[in-house]
C-alpha cells in the first residue's frame, strides 16, 4: 500500500508530514524549510511559483501573487464579505457564481491557486521520501462547510493527490499531542490561532477514543489581523517621520483596493510595510524591542522605528480579546466549566506571542500561570483547585500536520485503536409547514452520524414533497442557511397519507448526504449536498448569537406557526364536516361550531404581517374550543365514513 502523508493546507502557512517507524515528523523541502506560506505568485512564464519565493514576489508584483486563497475555497461571490475581497489581487465573482482571480489572461480557481501549493508539499514529499506520493489526510477548519471541504478535496485531486480524509485542524492538533495517552474522562480544549482562523475545540478521551464535545471560532480571526493593525499603526509613523502618506489607503492595509486609488509603487511600499509589520511582530514574541527599518521606502526617505513588545501588546490586545467569547461559547456547549479541563494545548503561529499565553492562561486558570505569577491572582484564588495545564510541547504551527500524519498513518493500518471522532458545528434539518425548521441532526452530534424522520403531506393531492435542507440554530427555515433542495415525486394522495422518510447522513469527512424515500412504493432521491453550494457563508458565530439573542421571538415564533398549521386543518375539516352533514345537525349545535370556527378566525386575525407573529395562546385556546365543539360532528363523519365503506364493500345497502 502506497504512503499516506498529512497536510496541514492553512491561510498562511501550509505543510505536510508524515510518520516513520512510529515517529511523527514534518518533511522539510530541499533547502529545509518546513513551512510552506500558503503563496502562489503566477508569474509571466513558465511554472507558478510556491512559497518563499512567492512571498518574496508579493511585494514586487501584488496583483499578480495569490495569498489566504484559503478563504476563497467554495464560496461563492455573494458569500464573501467585502473585506475578504479587498486582497492585492484581483478577485471576481457576484452572485452564486463562483470566485475566480483573473491573472495573466487566465482565470484561475481557488482550486486551482490551492492545487499549486499541493503539488509542491507533494513533490518535496516525493524528494524527500524517495517514493510518489499519491494519497494525504488534509485538514480544514473546523467550521469548512460542505461547499468548502469539497473544494479541497477537489484541489487535492488537481494536485494528483487522492485524498483519503478531510478532519478538522484541532483535531488533528489534538492528535499530535498524544492526548490519547492521558487518563480516561481528561477533557481537554485546544486553542489554535493561526493567520487567519481561530477554532477552539473541547474534547474528551473516552477508552483511547477522542470525542468532540464542543467546537466554536471564527474562520477570519487570526494573526493577519494584527499585521493589518500594526501596518496601520507603521503607516502613522511613517507620515509623522515625513515619509509617504499610506494612510489615505485605508482598506489597502487590509490588503487591496482604498478609496484613493493607489499606484503600483503605493502597493509594493503597502506590502513592504507589511511585510515588516509581520517581522516585527514575530520579533517580539521572543524580544521585548525590535527595529523596524524600511530603507529607501521612497528614494528619498528610509524608515526606522524601535517598537516594544508593551507596544504591540497595547495595539493588538482587543483583537486577542475577540477569541474569548468563542471559548466561552464551546464551554458552555459542551457544559464544561475551565476548571474541570485537564489541558489546555496552544496551535497555530500566532499563539507563540506572549500575550496569547497570558491571556488563554488567565481565562482557563491554567496552573502554569498561578506558579509563575501567583502574586497577580492571590486572594480571589487562593483556595481554588489547581486549573488545567497550559501544555506547550509541541511546536504550534506543526502540531495540526502532524496530527494529520498520524491520521494518514491510521488509515494506513501502521496504527491501530485509536479512532477520531468530530461533531457537526451547526444543527442540520429540513423546513416544514409553516416554514418551520425540523432539526434532523442537531449542532455537536458526533460524527459519522446517521438520523432519520418520517414526513407526510400537509395539502391534498400533493405530488411530491420539496425537501429543503437547512443548517443552523434559529426555529424559523428562513432565519437559517439553505444548503440545497430538491424534491422527491410520488402518486397523488390526500394529504397525510404520504409518507416520506428524510435520512440525513454525515460521512467522516463531515460531507451531509439526503435521502428522501417515498415509504409506499420505494421511490427514493440521495442528494449529496456537494452541487448545493447555495449556503450563506455568513459567520457560525453569528448565527449563535443571533440564535440566542432571538431565542425568545422564535419560541413565539414557533408556537405560533404550530398553532396555525393546527387551525388551517381544523377549519378546512370541519367546512367540509358541515357542508356534507351539515343538514343532519340540529341548528343549535351547528351554531355552536360556527361560534367555535369564528372564535379560531378572529384568533388568526391578531397576526399583523408575514413577519409578525400573532397572539399563539388565543389561538390556541381557540383551537381547543373547536376541537371540543366538533366533537360530535367528528363522530357523524367517522360513522357517515364507516357506513360508506361498508357499502362499497357490499356490506350493507
Ligand atoms: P495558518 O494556520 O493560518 O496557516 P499558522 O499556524 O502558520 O497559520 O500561523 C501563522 C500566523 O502565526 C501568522 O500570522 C504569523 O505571523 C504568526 N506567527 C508565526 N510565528 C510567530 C511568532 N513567533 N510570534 C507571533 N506570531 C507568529
Ligand atoms: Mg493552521
Redesign the pocket.
Known amino acids: 500500500m502506497s504512503k499516506i502523508v498529512g497536510i496541514d493546507l492553512?491561510?498562511?502557512?501550509s505543510l505536510v508530514a508524515t510518520v516513520d517507524s512510529g515517529i511523527p515528523y514534518v518533511i522539510a523541502d530541499a533547502s529545509g524549510r518546513r513551512?510552506t506560506p500558503?503563496v502562489v505568485h503566477l508569474g509571466a512564464a513558465g511554472q507558478p511559483v510556491v512559497g518563499f519565493e512567492a512571498n518574496r514576489a508579493r511585494a514586487l508584483h501584488p496583483r499578480e501573487t495569490v495569498y489566504s486563497v484559503k478563504r476563497f475555497m467554495g464560496r461563492r461571490g455573494a458569500d464573501i464579505p467585502r473585506e475578504d475581497m479587498l486582497v492585492t489581487y484581483p478577485v471576481q465573482g457576484t452572485g452564486a457564481g463562483p470566485v475566480t482571480i483573473p491573472v495573466r489572461g487566465r482565470e484561475w480557481t481557488p482550486e486551482e491557486v490551492s492545487a499549486e501549493i499541493l503539488r509542491k508539499l507533494k513533490t518535496d514529499a516525493e524528494t524527500a521520501l524517495g517514493v510518489e506520493v499519491t494519497r494525504a489526510v488534509i485538514t480544514v477548519p473546523a467550521y469548512f462547510n460542505d461547499a468548502q471541504r469539497h473544494a479541497t478535496i477537489r484541489a487535492g485531486e488537481l494536485a494528483g493527490l487522492k485524498v483519503e480524509r478531510i478532519i478538522n485542524e484541532p483535531t488533528a492538533a489534538a492528535l499530535a499531542y498524544g492526548l490519547n495517552k492521558l487518563q480516561d474522562q481528561s477533557k481537554i480544549a485546544v486553542f489554535d490561532l493561526?493567520?487567519?482562523?481561530f477554532d477552539l475545540t473541547l474534547l474528551e478521551l473516552n477508552q483511547g477514543v477522542f470525542q468532540v464535545l464542543s467546537t466554536h471560532g471564527n474562520t477570519r480571526l487570526?494573526?493577519?489581523d494584527l499585521?493589518t493593525r500594526l501596518t496601520e499603526f507603521l503607516a502613522v509613523k511613517i507620515h509623522e517621520a515625513g515619509g509617504p502618506d499610506l494612510r489615505r489607503f485605508g482598506a489597502a492595509f487590509r490588503g487591496g483596493e482604498a478609496e484613493a486609488a493607489p499606484t503600483p509603487e503605493d502597493l509594493q511600499r503597502i506590502a513592504r510595510v507589511r511585510e515588516a509589520a509581520?517581522k516585527s511582530?514575530?520579533s517580539l514574541?521572543l524580544e521585548t524591542l525590535t527595529d523596524v527599518t524600511l530603507p529607501f521606502l521612497t528614494p528619498q526617505f528610509s524608515f526606522r522605528y524601535q517598537l516594544s513588545r508593551s507596544e504591540l501588546e497595547a495595539l493588538t490586545r482587543d483583537i486577542l480579546l475577540r477569541t474569548r467569547t468563542h471559548c466561552l461559547q464551546a464551554l458552555a456547549d459542551a457544559k464544561v466549566d475551565a476548571s474541570q479541563l485537564d489541558q489546555v494545548v496552544l496551535v497555530?503561529?500566532?499563539t507563540?506571542?506572549p500575550l496569547v499565553r497570558a491571556l488563554v492562561t488567565e481565562w482557563f486558570g491554567c496552573r502554569e500561570f498561578e506558579e509563575s505569577r501567583g502574586d497577580v491572582r492571590l486572594g480571589e484564588d487562593y483556595h481554588r483547585p489547581s486549573g488545567p495545564l497550559l501544555n506547550t510541547g509541541v511546536n504550534p504551527?506543526e502540531a495540526v500536520a502532524l496530527g494529520a500524519a498520524i491520521q494518514a498513518e491510521i488509515l494506513s493500518g501502521g496504527m491501530t485503536n485509536l479512532l477520531l471522532l468530530d461533531v457537526t458545528p451547526l444543527s442540520l434539518g429540513i423546513e416544514t409547514f409553516g416554514g418551520l425548521m425540523n432539526v434532523i441532526i442537531p449542532r455537536n452530534s458526533t460524527i459519522p452520524v446517521k438520523a432519520g424522520e418520517v414526513f407526510t403531506t400537509a395539502v391534498d393531492r400533493q405530488r411530491s414533497m420539496l425537501i429543503h435542507v437547512l443548517q443552523g440554530e434559529r426555529e424559523r427555515a428562513r432565519d437559517n442557511w439553505s444548503l440545497g433542495r430538491f424534491d422527491l415525486d410520488f402518486e397523488e394522495a390526500p394529504k397525510g397519507v404520504p409518507r416520506v422518510g428524510v435520512q440525513f447522513e454525515i460521512d467522516a469527512n463531515g460531507i451531509l448526504h439526503v435521502l428522501a424515500r417515498d415509504l409506499k412504493t420505494g421511490h427514493q432521491r440521495i442528494v449529496d449536498m456537494k452541487s448545493a453550494v447555495d449556503v450563506s457563508d455568513a459567520d457560525v458565530q453569528k448565527m449563535i448569537e443571533e440564535s440566542v439573542e432571538h431565542a425568545f421571538d422564535d419560541l413565539k415564533a414557533r408556537q405560533w406557526i404550530e398553532a396555525k398549521v393546527r387551525a388551517g386543518e381544523t377549519l378546512a375539516a370541519t367546512r367540509k364536516g358541515l357542508a356534507e352533514h351539515g343538514a343532519e345537525l340540529d341548528e343549535a349545535y351547528r351554531r355552536r361550531v360556527e361560534t367555535a370556527m369564528q372564535a379560531v378566525e378572529a384568533a388568526l386575525e391578531t397576526e399583523e404581517s408575514r413577519t409578525r407573529v400573532g397572539d399563539a395562546a388565543r389561538l390556541k385556546g381557540a383551537n381547543q374550543g373547536l376541537d371540543e365543539a366538533t366533537l360530535q360532528l367528528a363522530e357523524l363523519m367517522m360513522d357517515r365514513a364507516m357506513e360508506e365503506m361498508l357499502r362499497k364493500q357490499g356490506m350493507i345497502q
Open positions: 492553512g491561510t498562511t502557512n513551512l500558503s493561526g493567520g487567519g482562523t487570526g494573526g493577519d499585521d509581520e511582530k514575530i514574541s497555530g503561529g500566532q507563540r506571542m504551527d
